[in-house]
């Protein structure tokens, strides 16, 4: 009797996925609910765990294939101990030395690799063996590679440079896109041919919300265990704008204009398999601690491979934060069927003229990408005015005037 492991059931909006890894081979022993094999679909990385304790006894579907819904992945047999042999894995082709090699060192890592540990391994071409694990039982977490890159960073090349050749030695990595990547081209290109997409910009002075920070930052964190940042306030100020400007916060439907009378933000991540906008639920309710646990669950998540489909589906308007990368100014592109995204930038000291005086001042871009068939330039610059008023006087936030 063989146990039949199947691809879970996947979400309306997905069609199909691709068998991203197999943890385990033919023959290997697995147990009750460990991670046998990851599916990615183009939205999320689902786990395929052992529904019983036994061997794998047939794998029917290789890495890369493409997948349906409760498609057939695998065949195990129930209650079977280290090496029983079975008919199927006799039967079964033999593995090639990769596989064999990968094999063993899956069983020497003694646990599944995140999607997260697994593309940082491969961007730099290593070897899980060649890593040492910190995690519960020896598991391989991203800040070990990033130790061990850091750690073998100064070391210099010597070999490299003692045999250099007189035209440097070229060389090129193919790889296959995920589905996440090429999900992310496809709504790019679909966002630029079928929008309308115009930009328009203001500047902010952040001077009011760092001193408001540095006033109560060390109260903050004491009494919610969570440091206050600036997101909290920009996902505070759009909900308010979001309020005084229905259109944007609304998307086109055919023929039809759907006006939301709820508040979910989207919040641009960037992750090891690409930038994803998991969804900040009925932010109008939130208070500014639970803005930032919220977004700082929804990062883990999105940095660990672990966001669901509910969490990525919906939101009606889109906040993404280049600035924490450098970027002084940017044209965002929209997020469809959503009409708007907001664009935050670096932070930067600048001299203004205030009151017929000049002054230092920390600045920062806004950027405000919208779709023009929906909302007009009044309603567009509004909105981004509003934006910047709110966060230059966040007395206003709590005071809603």
Do not use: C
Not at 116 to 124: G, I, K, Q, T
Not at 143 to 151: G, I, K, Q, S
Not at 263 to 279: K, Y
């Amino acid at each position: 009797m063989t146990v039949e492991i199947l691809v879970p059931d996947l979400p309306e909006s997905v069609a199909d996925a691709t068998v991203a890894t197999w943890h385990k081979q033919p023959g290997d022993v697995v147990a009750r609910d460990e991670v046998i094999v990851e599916i990615e679909t183009d939205k999320v990385v689902l786990e395929v765990p052992a529904p019983e304790e036994g061997i794998l006894e047939a794998i029917l579907e290789q890495e890369g294939a493409t997948v349906l819904s409760k498609q057939l992945l695998a065949r195990l047999k129930p209650g079977a101990v280290a090496g029983e042999p079975t008919q199927d894995s006799t039967a079964a082709t033999e593995p090639s030395p990769d596989k064999r090699h990968k094999a063993v060192l899956t069983e020497e890592t003694n646990d599944a690799l995140s999607p997260a540990v697994r593309r940082l391994l491969a961007e730099h071409s290593l070897e899980a063996s060649q890593v040492k694990g910190s995690g519960v039982g020896g598991r391989i977490t991203r800040e070990d590679v990033e130790a061990y890159l850091a750690a073998n960073k100064t070391q210099p090349e010597v070999e490299q440079t003692a045999i250099a050749a007189p035209v440097a030695a070229r060389s090129e990595k193919r790889v296959p896109m995920t589905r996440l990547r090429k999900r992310i081209a496809e709504r790019l290109l679909e966002a630029k041919n079928s929008t309308a997409m115009l930009t328009t910009f203001n500047e902010v002075n952040m001077k009011p919300i760092m001193e408001l920070r540095k006033q109560y930052q060390d109260l903050f964190e004491k009494k919610h265990g969570i440091r206050l940042g600036f997101m909290s306030f920009y996902v505070k100020a759009v909900t308010e704008a979001l309020k005084r400007y229905p259109e944007v916060n609304a998307s086109l439907d055919g023929d039809d204009i759907v006006y939301h009378n709820f508040f979910d933000i989207s919040i641009a991540v960037s992750t090891p398999r690409g930038l994803v906008t998991p969804v900040l639920r009925d932010s109008d309710t939130l208070g500014l601690a639970q803005i930032e646990k919220g977004i700082k669950d929804l990062a883990e998540k999105g940095r660990d491979g672990k966001l669901t489909v509910d969490e990525l589906i919906g939101g009606n308007f889109t906040i993404t934060n280049g600035g924490v990368f450098g970027s002084l100014m940017s044209t965002p592109i929209i997020n469809p069927p959503q009409a708007a995204i907001l664009g935050m930038h670096k932070i930067q000291e600048r001299a203004m003229v205030v009151d017929g005086q000049i002054e230092i001042l920390p600045m920062m871009y806004l950027a405000l990408s919208y779709d023009h068939r929906l909302i007009d330039g009044r309603e567009s610059v509004g909105f981004l005015v509003t934006v910047k008023e709110l966060l230059e006087d966040p007395a206003r936030l709590l005071l809603d005037v």
